[in-house]
């Protein structure tokens, strides 16, 4: 069973992207990094320092979108000849025993093993079965849309810890997730998912009213979860 870890280096993360490699070291048997342009040059000249011949790097075609980018890594890690795939952003870090984390995946009839943040306030698809049976979607908050028909499990003692992002970053993501979610309500009206997102903006910068007309907007146009 091979595994490899996927990760999109961009957006000058050369400060993050070690300790997301160091989280996984022992869980997984190679590195596919991503190369999103040129604000990626000097993590990838990281990883290639940490992990020299465990680093397969590949250039992203076309203008960067998340959605597409997840997709294009779970592509080309099956194209490498995979089994598994561990999607990994540069600040998170993966917690949990290698060898439980490796015995799961071999013994698993599971197409996606979901993770829980450490604080078990939400989980994530993080491990993928090769080839992905699948695709991820979104502008923003881009989610896996299963197309396999088979299991999905969690991975009950795994945890993943999100660094804290500096006070400017948060801002500057708040107000792009904010336009992303106007434009995607503008374009899919009737998808509530875009109105939870846009009401959880909201929520953040204190206008509450405005937040929970949107929560509501999205409870009354379906069941989403």
């Known amino acids: 069973m091979e595994v490899v870890c996927t990760i999109l280096a961009g957006g000058n993360r050369e400060h993050l992207i070690g300790g997301a490699i160091n989280s996984c070291r022992k869980h997984v048997d ?23 011949m465990d680093c397969t790097v590949v250039k992203y075609p076309g203008e960067f979108d998340c959605a597409t980018a997840r997709n294009f890594c779970l592509q080309i890690a099956a194209q490498h000849g995979f089994d598994w795939a561990l999607i990994l952003d540069t600040d998170e870090r993966l917690q949990c025993d290698p060898r439980e984390f490796r015995l799961i995946l071999e013994q698993t009839a599971a197409d996606i093993v979901l993770i829980s943040d450490d604080l078990l306030t939400y989980k994530k698809d993080k491990v ?9 979607d979104g502008p923003v908050h881009e989610g896996f849309v299963y197309t396999g028909g088979g299991e999905v499990t969690i991975m009950l003692n795994a945890r993943f810890h999100e660094m804290p992002k500096p006070e400017q970053e948060s801002a ?18 009737d998808n509530p998912r875009w109105h939870y997102y846009l009401g959880d903006c909201l929520s953040q910068r204190g206008l509450h009213q405005q937040a929970h007309e949107e929560f509501l907007l999205s409870s009354q146009l379906s069941k989403w979860d």
């Open 30 to 52: 190679h590195y596919l990094i991503i190369d999103t342009g040129p604000s990626a040059e000097e993590a990838i000249s990281l990883a290639r320092q940490m992990l020299r």
């Open 172 to 189: 500057n993501l708040l107000n792009f997730v904010e336009r992303q979610c106007e434009q995607a309500i503008k374009d899919y009206p």
């Open 128 to 136: 993928f079965r090769l080839p992905a049976r699948g695709y991820w």
